[in-house]
């Protein structure tokens, strides 16, 4: 099923501007847990769709939980929707939420009453879009990094950042000369455990005898306290840390570079940040997924309403990444011939990651 499902996501479309819940617009995206588990997609009924008419511009609201600026997950929501306002001149809006749980409801239905199409960005959203969708039946839901089936008008999309987190994982255990790697959580939940578990069995898959550490700093907003978890994890003998807590991991890129070690970017490619010190990234693409979602239903009008959709490395919206050939690249290529290998034999299911969704 898991398969069957990667291969509709490959067929997805949608577009997204930002506007905060101020309700000012914005025109430029955090790491975010499910409080309920993303279940495997069970038989649903798919929402009947109807192509949609060309002379009228499709409307979509992205409404993240957090806010933009954090140059990972909820900025690369809004570069899919740059993206589809670009192509397709839909007209797009982003409401952040700033992790304020009394706007969540508010503003989902704020958004749904003016869009066609409504992206709830986070597993916080979980209760809310449980409530308002069935009573938009009129209004398309997709539900970014969660996976909530059975409802018509809602398509969720859950990526598999265990499989990238393995991958990078496993260029940490390599690389490290201490035998020490480590990683930095937003908090101690089932998304960010998900990454946790596969970078430690990437590690150890490189290096049987690398220690793993990780430490939760129970936010995703503050750079001071990501700092502080990674000059933790140094002076206990770690040399490469995975951030794993959006805008604060960036404290985590500033404590390498004052200790002279290694980092790991999450969600987006994260390398220009500063290339000396960020080996690699573990990219989720979430832009891509949500405009190929978009994309499907502006040009043959189809929605795959009621499923939940994997994002993985089959389907090539995970996978690990080093910038481009004008920054420094400390993985060499015989490394990352070997992370081609490894991504291949666990899409071919011959290396089975662990994961805290199973």
Same mark, same amino acid.
């Given at each position: 099923m898991k398969k069957i499902l990667s291969i509709v996501l490959a067929c997805m479309m949608m577009a997204i501007a930002f506007v905060g819940c101020s309700g000012t617009q914005n025109n430029p995206g955090k790491s975010a847990e499910?409080? %309920?588990?993303?279940?495997?997609? %069970?038989?649903?009924?798919?929402?009947?769709?109807?192509?949609?008419?060309?002379?009228? %511009?499709? %409307?979509?609201?992205?409404?993240?939980?957090?806010?933009?600026? @954090?140059? =990972?997950?909820?900025?690369?929501?809004?570069?899919?929707?740059? @993206?589809?306002?670009? @192509?397709y001149g839909v007209e797009g809006k982003v409401i952040e939420c700033k992790q304020d749980a009394t706007m969540y409801k508010e503003q989902l239905i704020a958004a749904s009453e003016t869009s066609d199409i409504v992206v709830p960005v986070g597993w916080e959203f979980w209760d809310a879009i449980t409530e308002v969708a069935p009573t938009m039946p009129n209004v398309k839901y997709i539900f970014v990094d969660n996976g909530l089936d059975g409802i018509a008008n809602v398509e969720s999309i859950v990526y598999a950042q265990n499989e990238g987190s393995f991958l990078v994982g496993y260029i940490a255990g390599k690389m490290s000369t201490t035998g020490k790697v480590g990683?930095?959580?937003?908090? @101690? =939940?089932?998304?960010?455990n998900d990454f946790i578990v596969g970078y430690e069995q990437g590690a150890k898959y490189a290096n049987e005898n690398v220690q793993c550490e990780h430490i939760y700093i129970d936010t995703y907003d503050d750079p001071a306290k990501g700092k502080e978890a990674a000059l933790t994890l140094y002076g206990k003998g770690c040399d490469i840390v995975f951030q794993i807590a959006g805008k604060a991991g960036e404290g985590v890129f500033e404590a390498a570079q004052e200790q002279s070690k290694y980092a790991i970017g999450v969600d987006a490619d994260q390398k220009y940040i500063n290339p000396e010190v960020i080996i690699a990234s573990m990219r989720k693409n979430v832009g891509l997924s949500i405009y190929k979602v978009v994309e499907e239903y502006i040009k043959n009008g189809t929605f795959d309403g009621g499923k939940v959709v994997i994002a993985d490395t089959a389907t090539g919206f995970i996978d690990a990444v080093y910038g481009d050939d004008t920054m420094t690249q400390q993985v060499s290529s015989e490394l990352k011939a070997e992370v081609e290998a490894l991504k291949a034999k666990i899409v071919s299911g011959e290396i089975k990651v662990d994961s805290t969704r199973n």
């Amino acid at each position: 099923m898991k398969k069957i499902l990667s291969i509709v996501l490959a067929c997805m479309m949608m577009a997204i501007a930002f506007v905060g819940c101020s309700g000012t617009q914005n025109n430029p995206g955090k790491s975010a847990e499910p409080a %309920k588990s993303a279940e495997p997609a %069970k038989t649903a009924e798919v929402a009947e769709t109807n192509t949609p008419d060309t002379d009228k %511009k499709v %409307k979509v609201t992205v409404v993240v939980a957090g806010g933009l600026g @954090d140059r =990972s997950f909820f900025d690369s929501a809004n570069e899919g929707l740059q @993206d589809l306002i670009n @192509d397709y001149g839909v007209e797009g809006k982003v409401i952040e939420c700033k992790q304020d749980a009394t706007m969540y409801k508010e503003q989902l239905i704020a958004a749904s009453e003016t869009s066609d199409i409504v992206v709830p960005v986070g597993w916080e959203f979980w209760d809310a879009i449980t409530e308002v969708a069935p009573t938009m039946p009129n209004v398309k839901y997709i539900f970014v990094d969660n996976g909530l089936d059975g409802i018509a008008n809602v398509e969720s999309i859950v990526y598999a950042q265990n499989e990238g987190s393995f991958l990078v994982g496993y260029i940490a255990g390599k690389m490290s000369t201490t035998g020490k790697v480590g990683a930095v959580g937003g908090e @101690d =939940s089932e998304t960010i455990n998900d990454f946790i578990v596969g970078y430690e069995q990437g590690a150890k898959y490189a290096n049987e005898n690398v220690q793993c550490e990780h430490i939760y700093i129970d936010t995703y907003d503050d750079p001071a306290k990501g700092k502080e978890a990674a000059l933790t994890l140094y002076g206990k003998g770690c040399d490469i840390v995975f951030q794993i807590a959006g805008k604060a991991g960036e404290g985590v890129f500033e404590a390498a570079q004052e200790q002279s070690k290694y980092a790991i970017g999450v969600d987006a490619d994260q390398k220009y940040i500063n290339p000396e010190v960020i080996i690699a990234s573990m990219r989720k693409n979430v832009g891509l997924s949500i405009y190929k979602v978009v994309e499907e239903y502006i040009k043959n009008g189809t929605f795959d309403g009621g499923k939940v959709v994997i994002a993985d490395t089959a389907t090539g919206f995970i996978d690990a990444v080093y910038g481009d050939d004008t920054m420094t690249q400390q993985v060499s290529s015989e490394l990352k011939a070997e992370v081609e290998a490894l991504k291949a034999k666990i899409v071919s299911g011959e290396i089975k990651v662990d994961s805290t969704r199973n």
